[in-house]
Structure formats: C-alpha cells, structure tokens
C-alpha cells in the first residue's frame, strides 16, 4: 500500500542510464482516458528527462487495457524499440469483470516478457476508486508513468 501523501515517483537522475540513443513503443489504453493520459505525459517527461529523443518514442492506442498486450505485439513485432511501456487504467466496478481484465493484462505482458527481446513493462493502475487512480496518475502518490518510463530504460539498458 501506497505511503499516504509520498510522491512515489522521485527518481535520482544519475542513477538511469542516458536514453539518447534507445527508442521506446508506448501503447496506452483509451479506456479511462484522463488517467491513461496522465501516464502517458509522466511517461514521455521522464524519457526526454533522461534523454530520450522525441522522435525515437513511438505511440500506438488500444480501445482498453485488455488489448494492451495485442498491441504491444505488434508494436514489437513491426518497429524497432529497445523497450515498451503498456499504459492503462482498470478501475473496480460492480462486476467481476476488473478480476479478467486486469489478470488477463497482467498475464498477457508477462508473457510477451518471456517471448520477446524486448521488455515490456507492465504501466496498468488497478484501483479500486477513481480517486485512487487520480492519485497515482500525477496527483499526490506521483505518477506511475513516469516509473514506468525509468523502468524501461533501465531494463533496455540491462546487459548492455
């Protein structure tokens, strides 16, 4: 469980590899947009933050976080990346429904981890209330995408 009020996401630069010349795949969810979206930006500040070129970050869009893994396939499969970074938002309904799709995204970018060269790295909220995904997509917990975005350049770095 999150520290209350700990921005989760302060990084130390000098600790992240320089990311000049690593290309990235960023597919992001269009369900829940206005959290999908503030990944997305932490992501792509992080990136150039530490270096990332804005023409070496490639964007693709998925209907929802089920797909992510779909997407991320093709995405590896049709462009050069040194890493991906799946960005979604499931939030708790009524149904059962936040149980499938969340094991089935979670599972699904695992296992492109273990079929592919290329890390994936698993930017999905799973949250009970809005609120809580609002708070970990630039609000008081920081902002999961930019972790994700840190990640990812340190696993494309990995044995290099």
């Known amino acids: 469980m999150a520290t209350a009020n700990k921005n989760l996401s302060v990084y130390d630069k000098a600790t992240v590899p320089d990311a000049k010349d690593l290309r990235f795949g960023i597919v992001v969810a269009e369900w829940?947009?206005?959290?999908?979206?503030?990944?997305?930006?932490?992501a792509i500040e992080a990136l150039v933050d530490c270096g990332a070129q804005s023409d070496n970050i490639i964007r693709w869009?998925?209907?929802?976080?089920?797909?992510?893994?779909?997407?991320?396939?093709?995405?590896?499969?049709?462009?050069?990346?040194?890493?991906?970074?799946?960005?979604?938002?499931?939030?708790?309904?009524?149904t059962q429904h936040f149980d499938f799709v969340?094991?089935?995204?979670?599972?699904?970018?695992?296992d492109l981890n273990v079929k592919f060269d290329v890390p994936v790295i698993f930017c999905v909220l799973t949250d009970n209330t809005l609120q809580q995904a609002q708070?970990?997509?630039g609000g008081k917990h920081g902002n999961k995408g930019?972790?994700?975005?840190?990640?990812?350049?340190?696993?494309?770095?990995?044995g290099a």
Do not use: H, W
Not at 32 to 42: A, D, P, R
Not at 83 to 94: L, T
Not at 102 to 110: E, L, N, T, W, Y
Not at 146 to 158: D, F, G
């Open 102 to 110: 969340c094991s089935a995204a979670a599972q699904g970018i695992k």
């Open 32 to 42: 829940n947009e206005s959290i999908t979206e503030g990944l997305f930006n932490g």
């Open 61 to 94: 869009n998925v209907p929802g976080s089920f797909e992510l893994t779909y997407g991320c396939k093709k995405l590896i499969t049709s462009e050069k990346v040194d890493a991906v970074i799946a960005i979604g938002s499931v939030i708790r309904g009524e």
């Open 146 to 158: 930019t972790e994700a975005a840190i990640a990812a350049i340190k696993m494309a770095k990995l």
């Open 135 to 137: 708070e970990r997509s």
